[in-house]
């Protein structure tokens, strides 16, 4: 028939339509998905039509009316404009990354890469086509193409090939009249096709009507539902159409200014719509596998988007990024960003790196709904030359949808260096076992600062010690001559050395002793204890206990017993195992005296108390006691004369000093005489 000839509704009937389909409307709450509008597009948009998603859920959309094709990231970030087309009316993206876009003026569908570079036309190229008002792409990269004008679906293979064609004009089932929209349901492989079959209105008049169409993949019909008008399951005009994971079917009626869902049996499930921010002249749909729907309202300018059911929605910030390094130098500072989910169901994402001096803190997260989480990004400048770098990391959620993040590092040239001048000091002097310290604060860099100091200690090629500071303890356990190697590194890398010598010299022990007591009467029994201490163990001893020359022990701890009344001078002599060898000799160290009291005579008699000498006396007896104090009361009670001479020495040889007795003396009978002899 002529389409020309076809009545269209008055502008009034409309906006009855309008009216009563809010108030006809019932959704069924048991499978009409759950939605609700987010945050729309409006960067850039100006009159869409068409709308697609590639496998990362970047979405391209068509404005006939300024003949370009816009580009926004899966989150709405404008990245591009393709201009230069002749009035695109739709627009398709297979698994590749290749972009179909329909042109209604040159009657074509041209074919670009990812690049925007056009690689060719399908078919025969212009002309081939009356009107691609839509396109559609199933799995295998088998193109479908719907001609408004001709009222047929031509299909094409991934090279841009004709494969075969189905339709037709008319209202039967199979045929078309104005097809405007193609979907594809891969789950059930079945292709949903609108048209604006034509009805005989109630004046008897032909007028353009709806339906819906669903056809095998090679075109063959197997049922149809809709139909024209108001209510559920009616529609005025639709042009858009799109399919979700459950097989469920939204479409566009841009009359009306919402979006029907049905089941893809025909069952009417509700519709979306936003009363308060309502699309106006829907267009173009599509939907991500991340269950966002994205609508081309044309007269708000606007790509509306709305979430169903557990939908996800990654956004990340930032998404670029900017380094600065110098060849050779510290890697630059990580810098975050943040991954939300602003869903309603849990994102899982990963992170990849495009280049190998990206580096990631974390590769994958799960994220709950409203949830936030970061990652630190970094550069490494390790073998990277002087140059200008360009990287990204791509952020992608399990649904596919993908955010690149670019990167871009800028790679200075190494200033000019001088190297470092290394003074290692010395000579070094000191004694084995004796920590000495080795100085390298005479070295120095002409043009920095000086990071590392290391030294050999022994020149044997390891450097036994590494530090950022000039100075450096060592205790050389041997004696001997060293070659100490010093080497210094600049913050630039590079190096320099010095030698220097540490003359060490033999340790010598060193004697001491002590003996308990030091002092008393005769058999005297000292105990002598070595102190002496030496580095090169062990020790031997040799003990002069009288200074007669003549070796009394070699025990390290030995006892001696002085028989003898006197003064004794005790000597030790040590010697370590290098034979070095030290002395010590305390003079008139031992005292060794007699009891402290006696009756002289050609053989003195010796007691301990002036009363047992007295007790033991006969007449005449001189009683003679040394320069001591006597706690003792003294009675003198015989009848006999005696003398009691103090003061004597330890030997009794000579008087140097008197006896005290510190008590009382009671005479009663007998006689007795004092000399140097006090009562206290």
Same mark, same amino acid.
């Given at each position: 028939?002529?389409?020309?000839?076809?009545?269209?509704?008055?502008?009034?009937?409309?906006?009855?339509?309008?009216?009563?389909?809010?108030?006809?409307?019932?959704?069924?709450?048991?499978?009409?998905?759950?939605?609700?509008?987010?945050?729309?597009?409006?960067?850039?948009?100006?009159?869409?039509?068409?709308?697609?998603?590639?496998?990362?859920?970047?979405?391209?959309?068509?404005?006939?009316?300024?003949?370009?094709?816009?580009?926004?990231?899966?989150?709405?970030?404008?990245?591009?404009?393709?201009?230069?087309?002749?009035?695109?009316?739709?627009?398709?993206?297979?698994?590749?990354?290749?972009?179909?876009?329909?042109?209604?003026?040159?009657?074509?569908?041209?074919?670009?890469?990812?690049?925007?570079?056009?690689?060719?036309?399908?078919?025969?190229?212009?002309?081939?086509?009356?009107?691609?008002?839509?396109?559609?792409?199933?799995?295998?990269?088998?193109?479908?193409?719907?001609?408004?004008?001709?009222?047929?679906?031509? =299909?094409?293979?991934?090279? +841009?090939?004709?494969?075969? #064609? !189905? &339709? $037709?004009? *008319?209202? /039967?089932? @199979? %045929?078309?009249?104005?097809?405007?929209?193609?979907?594809?349901?891969?789950?059930?492989?079945?292709?949903?096709?609108?048209?604006?079959?034509?009805?005989?209105?109630?004046?008897?008049?032909?007028?353009?009507?709806?339906?819906?169409? =669903?056809?095998?993949?090679? +075109?063959?019909?197997?049922? #149809? !539902? &809709? $139909?024209? *008008?108001? /209510?559920? @399951? %009616?529609?005025?005009?639709?042009?858009?159409?799109?399919?979700?994971?459950?097989?469920?079917?939204?479409?566009?009626?841009?009359?009306?200014?919402?979006?029907?869902?049905?089941?893809?049996?025909?069952?009417?499930?509700?519709?979306?719509?936003?009363?308060?921010?309502?699309?106006?002249?829907?267009?173009?749909?599509?939907? *991500?596998?991340?269950?966002?729907?994205?609508?081309?309202?044309?007269?708000?300018?606007?790509?509306?988007?709305?979430?169903?059911?557990?939908?996800?929605?990654?956004?990340?910030?930032?998404?670029?990024?900017?380094?600065?390094?110098?060849?050779?130098?510290?890697?630059?500072?990580?810098?975050?960003?943040?991954?939300?989910?602003?869903?309603?169901?849990?994102?899982?994402?990963?992170?990849?790196?495009?280049?190998?001096?990206?580096?990631?803190?974390?590769?994958?997260?799960?994220?709950?709904?409203?949830?936030?989480?970061?990652?630190?990004?970094?550069?490494?400048?390790?073998?990277?030359?002087?140059?200008?770098?360009?990287?990204?990391?791509?952020?992608?959620?399990?649904?596919?949808?993908?955010?690149?993040?670019?990167?871009?590092?800028?790679?200075?040239?190494?200033?000019?260096?001088?190297?470092?001048?290394?003074?290692?000091?010395?000579?070094?002097?000191?004694?084995?076992?004796?920590?000495?310290?080795?100085?390298?604060?005479?070295?120095?860099?002409?043009?920095?600062?000086?990071?590392?100091?290391?030294?050999?200690?022994?020149?044997?090629?390891?450097?036994?010690?590494?530090?950022?500071?000039?100075?450096?303890?060592?205790?050389?356990?041997?004696?001997?001559?060293?070659?100490?190697?010093?080497?210094?590194?600049?913050?630039?890398?590079?190096?320099?050395?010095?030698?220097?010598?540490?003359?060490?010299?033999?340790?010598?022990?060193?004697?001491?002793?002590?003996?308990?007591?030091?002092?008393?009467?005769?058999?005297?029994?000292?105990?002598?204890?070595?102190?002496?201490?030496?580095?090169?163990?062990?020790?031997?001893?040799?003990?002069?206990?009288?200074?007669?020359?003549?070796?009394?022990?070699?025990?390290?701890?030995?006892?001696?017993?002085?028989?003898?009344?006197?003064?004794?001078?005790?000597?030790?002599?040590?010697?370590?195992?290098?034979?070095?060898?030290?002395?010590?000799?305390?003079?008139?160290?031992?005292?060794?005296?007699?009891?402290?009291?006696?009756?002289?005579?050609?053989?003195?008699?010796?007691?301990?108390?002036?009363?047992?000498?007295?007790?033991?006396?006969?007449?005449?007896?001189?009683?003679?006691?040394?320069?001591?104090?006597?706690?003792?009361?003294?009675?003198?009670?015989?009848?006999?004369?005696?003398?009691?001479?103090?003061?004597?020495?330890?030997?009794?040889?000579?008087?140097?000093?008197?006896?005290?007795?510190?008590?009382?003396?009671?005479?009663?009978?007998?006689?007795?005489?004092?000399?140097?002899?006090?009562?206290?």
């Amino acid at each position: 028939m002529n389409k020309k000839n076809v009545t269209h509704l008055p502008v009034i009937f409309l906006a009855v339509s309008v009216f009563l389909l809010f108030c006809f409307v019932n959704v069924s709450q048991a499978i009409m998905p759950v939605y609700e509008r987010l945050t729309p597009i409006t960067d850039n948009v100006s009159a869409p039509t068409a709308v697609a998603l590639d496998i990362y859920e970047n979405l391209y959309v068509t404005e006939s009316s300024n003949n370009r094709l816009l580009i926004y990231s899966q989150s709405g970030r404008y990245i591009e404009t393709l201009t230069g087309l002749h009035k695109p009316i739709s627009v398709a993206v297979d698994d590749t990354g290749r972009i179909f876009i329909g042109n209604k003026h040159s009657e074509n569908v041209e074919v670009y890469d990812s690049d925007l570079n056009l690689l060719f036309k399908l078919g025969s190229g212009d002309g081939e086509f009356e009107q691609p008002n839509a396109i559609a792409i199933d799995s295998s990269g088998r193109i479908y193409v719907v001609d408004k004008e001709e009222d047929i679906v031509k =299909v094409y293979n991934p090279d +841009g090939s004709f494969s075969f #064609s !189905f &339709g $037709g004009s *008319g209202s /039967g089932n @199979g %045929l078309f009249d104005s097809p405007t929209s193609i979907a594809i349901d891969e789950i059930a492989g079945e292709l949903i096709i609108s048209d604006l079959q034509i009805i005989t209105d109630m004046y008897g008049g032909e007028i353009e009507g709806a339906r819906i169409q =669903v056809l095998d993949m090679n +075109g063959v019909y197997k049922r #149809s !539902f &809709g $139909g024209y *008008g108001v /209510g559920d @399951g %009616l529609m005025t005009r639709p042009l858009g159409l799109t399919v979700d994971g459950e097989s469920r079917v939204y479409i566009t009626d841009t009359l009306q200014h919402v979006v029907h869902v049905f089941e893809s049996n025909g069952t009417f499930l509700g519709t979306m719509m936003d009363p308060n921010n309502q699309v106006r002249t829907p267009l173009g749909i599509t939907i *991500g596998n991340s269950n966002r729907i994205f609508i081309a309202s044309l007269n708000t300018s606007k790509i509306e988007v709305y979430g169903i059911d557990l939908y996800t929605d990654m956004k990340v910030t930032p998404v670029y990024l900017s380094f600065e390094g110098q060849v050779g130098g510290v890697d630059p500072v990580l810098q975050n960003v943040n991954i939300s989910n602003d869903g309603a169901g849990t994102l899982n994402w990963t992170a990849v790196a495009n280049e190998s001096w990206i580096t990631l803190s974390a590769t994958s997260g799960s994220l709950a709904p409203l949830a936030v989480s970061n990652i630190s990004i970094g550069v490494s400048l390790a073998g990277l030359t002087a140059g200008t770098y360009a990287g990204s990391v791509s952020i992608s959620a399990d649904s596919g949808a993908t955010e690149v993040l670019n990167i871009d590092l800028t790679v200075s040239a190494a200033p000019s260096n001088s190297p470092p001048n290394a003074n290692a000091g010395g000579q070094y002097s000191g004694i084995e076992g004796q920590a000495i310290i080795l100085d390298a604060s005479g070295s120095f860099d002409p043009d920095g600062t000086i990071s590392l100091y290391e030294w050999d200690i022994d020149n044997d090629g390891i450097y036994d010690y590494s530090s950022t500071l000039p100075t450096q303890s060592h205790t050389y356990v041997q004696q001997g001559t060293y070659a100490v190697v010093l080497r210094v590194t600049d913050d630039f890398g590079e190096t320099d050395g010095a030698v220097a010598t540490a003359v060490i010299s033999d340790s010598s022990p060193a004697a001491a002793f002590t003996g308990t007591p030091t002092s008393g009467t005769v058999p005297l029994t000292i105990n002598f204890t070595d102190n002496s201490t030496g580095y090169d163990q062990p020790l031997s001893h040799e003990w002069d206990f009288d200074n007669d020359g003549v070796i009394d022990s070699t025990l390290r701890n030995p006892s001696y017993t002085y028989n003898s009344a006197g003064t004794y001078t005790v000597s030790l002599t040590v010697m370590d195992s290098d034979g070095s060898t030290n002395s010590l000799t305390r003079m008139d160290y031992i005292t060794a005296c007699l009891s402290p009291v006696r009756i002289s005579g050609a053989t003195p008699v010796y007691y301990s108390t002036l009363q047992a000498a007295y007790d033991a006396a006969v007449d005449g007896d001189i009683i003679q006691s040394r320069d001591l104090t006597f706690t003792e009361n003294l009675n003198i009670n015989r009848n006999i004369s005696i003398t009691l001479k103090g003061g004597y020495d330890c030997g009794y040889t000579a008087v140097t000093g008197k006896t005290t007795l510190s008590g009382t003396m009671t005479v009663s009978d007998g006689i007795v005489a004092t000399g140097d002899f006090v009562l206290q």
